[in-house]
């Protein structure tokens, strides 16, 4: 197909595309048209105020604007509740990411197998995310509450009953409902995943005699990699916001092992103590940039040769 | 007969009319004119009567139908009443009709609108709400049109007043004086005058949870004789609305986190421990040690002392009452009231004989060993709690053994002084606010009674409750200024001026025992009793002077003092959660003391 360019002169429409899209500044003119709508939206709602949050957690107060260098981050570190607070995500995080990202895991290679009712256990796997957390909340009160049914059920055993929420066993409970929250979403993303690792590989591999777990090892894991990565930053992501639960079964104030980082920066926020909130908030962004940037760094490391 | 007269300024009477047609039995309350002549009679008992401009009635409101019984004029043939609307949440303007004696024209009003009246310039009508008077204009949001405080003026001594159509204002005023005993009346004339002229003064900011009568005095004196300061009140009472009383409070937090912070506070109800914790309040003791007319001696030290947290004073006060709790001597001994050993004294308990009063609940004695012994619980400098202490455990025990609530329906009045007497109660709660209430207690139980301080987990704790407590905060750009305001609390002759309650001033304090102690003598040579008590069976015990040994045993009560009385409602809340499960057998008593330590303490350690 032939253009007539203002000269009289005749140009391919692809000839006549590249030069349209690549004088210089319209390119970027062009991409910015593209993602400027999303990039403002991120600018307003997010990064300016965490500018502001940023601003807050160096002045003594909203309206005195003087600047206290380091004094509200001291505050906040040398603070106990917010050390409980720290030591109480850590021990969260620590416990149910993992958990998530095996359990997720083993539940998606188990569903790769041909078994009877697949689609309906993949169904029952991701049907806690449409439960709304109210009613969640209630199941697990209903459970848990110290004359509940767990406790019915262990009391058949002569044990005697425990009050779940204020005991040593609290973090459990709130590990087996973000467990059983997060695994259904988490699975579906293995399991896409694992659909496009190239069945050509894994062929050439039963041809060559290796073992399943030689195979997941070596190829299915390394595929993998980018998805583990990507489940681990969203469930470590959803740990920090495991308060919202915490938050319904037991109020601001809940058994100190349930006390999240969350809680720390929920009540200084209810009482309006912002240079507090705000530190805080800070020094938890930090720690999440830092944790993310280790696991791109381990991603990296594992996954690079298959990414091409 | 009963007439309606109106003058001329001069004192000529315009025009008299016979208003006994209404035929009130009780009081006439209101009164308004329209501009035809009619006259709207109110009163409480016999609603509103209107009558005719020759008094004849022309329509009635019975009073069960009157809303209330004030009448308000906001036009020239605009006479209602206000009533809340149902939920209390607004008011109504009522427009009685005056021909038909109903209710016509409804006017929608503030919540807060209680004396409503004729506006002037562009204001439909005018209001008065705690202190100051806002207008209405059609169509906007009230605004405030004056606020008497700004002009020296206690409002609470104003009776009347009204708008000239220049502007200006006239009101009367009737202040009553301490020193003379008697009121001072004075009319007033308001009139506006240029900015420039007004002498421009360095604000020192007082904010309180409610308006302070005693404090808003002080603060016009103080206005009136500095030239180089003055208080503004920031009253945060206004607002607390829709029934929820805590708004002032966070409001005022909300002030003070971003950096707004009072000059001076007046400390009822404020959590002034958790300030003091974050370093927002001054350490009193300095100035008083700096003062050149006020020391420590001049004060009852032992209450200063006590109202200190470790050894800084964060507030004073002018006075100050007592709470303990007492039984007979005769019968319980001189043990204290210690948890201990109120459950020893519970097991032996005779069938007919109670430990306390009907109203003792459980919550109620868990609240009141809380407040009574917060220093012992709580050590807000530290951040650590003591929840889990046995002692707190067997209170925990304790508790249970009362009452879940008052049973009203079976409730009968008793002496509780002649309970103590003949042994059918152990103990009361006992408020020591002046030297009179404890010679009452004397003579009512025949000099039988000790005081032996309320439940308290080591022992009895005899507590303070402060009077009008002020406090300055660390931000105050003029801390000197603020205290010259401050220290009037504390001074002779103001506390000399205010003789309720126990004064904090030494020589005051000591002037009132001298009184007390002053017996008066008849025409016969017989005592004057200084009052009498009545134990409701028309007995009748005649008080009198104290006496030396009374006045001694008083001293050892002040003396015994070890606590203030603290409230902290977000810890009463994790408190009261936690114990639904104890009182319903849910739970035991050690496993409910280390829920409360473990949640408490968070609470505490977030306020570091």
Redesign the interface.
């Known amino acids: 197909m032939k253009l007539i360019n203002k000269k009289g002169s005749s140009v391919s429409r692809s000839s006549h595309n590249k030069k349209l899209f690549h004088k210089p500044g319209r390119d970027f003119l062009t991409s910015l048209g593209f993602t400027g709508p999303g990039f403002a939206g991120v600018l307003i709602f997010f990064i300016a105020p965490f500018a502001v949050v940023v601003y807050y957690s160096f002045t003594r107060g909203v309206l005195d604007h003087t600047f206290t260098g380091m004094q509200n981050y001291s505050n906040v570190v040398h603070n106990s509740a917010f050390q409980l607070a720290m030591r109480n995500t850590f021990k969260f995080t620590i416990a149910a990411v993992p958990l998530a990202v095996v359990l997720s895991l083993f539940l998606a290679l188990l569903l790769e197998q041909k078994m009877f009712g697949k689609s309906q256990w993949r169904t029952f796997f991701l049907s806690p995310i449409m439960v709304p957390i109210a009613s969640t909340i209630l199941v697990w009160q209903v459970l848990f509450h110290s004359g509940g049914v767990i406790n019915d059920f262990i009391a058949i055993f002569g044990v005697d009953k425990i009050d779940w929420l204020k005991s040593e066993y609290c973090l459990v409970v709130i590990v087996i409902l973000f467990l059983w929250k997060n695994l259904g979403y988490n699975m579906i993303l293995f399991m896409a995943a694992l659909n496009n690792i190239p069945k050509t590989l894994l062929e050439a591999a039963d041809v060559e005699g290796a073992s399943a777990i030689h195979k997941f090892v070596h190829i299915k894991l390394r595929y993998l990699s980018p998805t583990i990565l990507f489940v681990a930053i969203l469930s470590i992501i959803n740990s920090f916001k495991v308060f919202r639960e915490i938050y319904l079964l037991s109020g601001d104030y809940p058994y100190d092992g349930l006390y999240m980082l969350q809680h720390f920066m929920n009540n200084m926020f209810r009482t309006l103590d912002y240079q507090r909130l705000s530190a805080a908030a800070v020094i938890l962004a930090l720690i999440m940039i830092g944790i993310i940037a280790l696991l791109f760094v381990v991603e990296n490391k594992f996954g690079k040769d298959i990414e091409g | 007969m009963s007439y309606l007269r109106q003058f001329d300024k001069e004192g000529n009477e315009l025009k008299s009319i016979d208003t006994s047609a209404a035929g009130f039995e009780g009081t006439v309350e209101s009164i308004e004119m329209d501009s035809k002549g009619n006259v709207y009679m109110s009163g409480w008992e016999d609603g509103i009567k209107v009558l005719d401009p020759d008094g004849n009635v022309k329509a009635e409101i019975p009073a069960e139908d009157r809303r209330d019984s004030s009448l308000s004029k906001i036009g020239p043939d605009k006479i209602g009443v206000t009533s809340y609307s149902e939920d209390y949440t607004n008011r109504t303007l009522n427009i009685i009709d005056p021909e038909t004696g109903s209710f016509g024209e409804k006017i929608e009003l503030p919540s807060n609108a209680y004396t409503v009246f004729q506006g002037f310039g562009d204001y439909d009508y005018c209001y008065y709400y705690n202190g100051k008077i806002y207008g209405h204009k059609n169509g906007a949001e009230e605004e405030k049109v004056l606020d008497w405080f700004d002009y020296d003026i206690n409002s609470e001594n104003v009776m009347k007043y009204t708008f000239l159509d220049n502007g200006n204002i006239i009101a009367y005023s009737s202040e009553w004086d301490e020193s003379s005993q008697e009121s001072v009346d004075s009319i007033i004339l308001m009139n506006s005058v240029d900015a420039a002229d007004v002498v421009q003064k360095e604000e020192i900011v007082l904010a309180s949870l409610y308006g302070d009568y005693q404090v808003k005095d002080l603060a016009l004196k103080f206005n009136r004789t500095s030239d180089k300061y003055r208080i503004v009140m920031k009253d945060y009472s206004e607002f607390n609305k829709d029934g929820d009383y805590s708004l002032g409070l ?1 409001k005022l ?2 002030e003070i ?4 912070v009072p000059d001076i506070l007046v400390t009822s109800e404020l959590p002034m421990q958790m300030y003091a914790a974050k370093g927002l309040l001054v350490d009193l003791w300095d100035y008083i040690d700096k003062d050149s007319e006020i020391s420590r001696s001049d004060l009852m030290e032992h209450i200063f002392d006590v109202m200190s947290t470790d050894g800084k004073l964060y507030q004073v006060a002018s006075n100050f009452g007592i709470i303990s709790a007492k039984a007979n001597k005769d019968i319980w001994g001189e043990e204290t009231a210690s948890i201990h050993n109120l459950t020893e004294k519970a097991k032996d308990l005779p069938e007919e004989t109670k430990l306390f009063n009907e109203y003792m609940t459980r919550d109620e004695i868990v609240n009141f060993v809380i407040y009574m012994n917060m220093g012992e619980l709580v050590d807000w400098n530290t ?1 650590e709690c003591h929840f889990d202490s046995p002692e707190f455990v067997e209170m925990l025990e304790f508790a249970k053994s009362f009452p879940e609530e008052v049973d009203w329906d079976n409730y009968e009045y008793k002496d509780e002084n002649n309970l103590l007497l003949t042994g059918k109660q152990l103990l009361t709660l006992a408020s020591v606010y002046d030297t009179s209430d404890f010679i009452q207690s004397e003579a009512a139980m025949g000099g039988k009674t000790v005081y032996v301080g309320t439940p308290g987990l080591s022992k009895g704790i005899t507590g303070i409750y402060p009077g009008t407590g002020l406090a300055i905060t660390t931000s105050c750009k003029n801390k000197d200024a603020a205290w010259e305001f401050v220290r009037t609390l504390l001074t002779e002759d103001y506390q000399k001026n205010n003789t309720w309650s126990l004064p904090t001033n030494k020589n005051v304090f000591d002037d009132k025992i001298k009184e007390a102690m002053t017996e008066e003598i008849d025409a016969d040579g017989n005592r004057v009793a200084k009052s009498f008590y009545y134990d409701g069976s028309d007995n009748e015990i005649a008080v009198y002077a104290m006496t030396q040994e009374q006045v001694d045993k008083l001293m050892d009560l002040i003396n015994s003092v070890d606590s203030v009385i603290e409230f902290d409602n977000s810890m009463q809340d ?1 408190i009261s ?1 936690e114990l639904n ?1 104890f009182f319903n057998g ?2 035991s008593a050690e ?1 409910t003391a280390k ?1 409360i330590q ?6 505490v ?2 306020q ?1």
């Open positions: 966070t937090n909300t986190i971003s950096g707004q951040g994790i959660d499960g849910e739970i496993e829920h473990s949640r408490v303490n968070l609470y350690s977030e570091k």
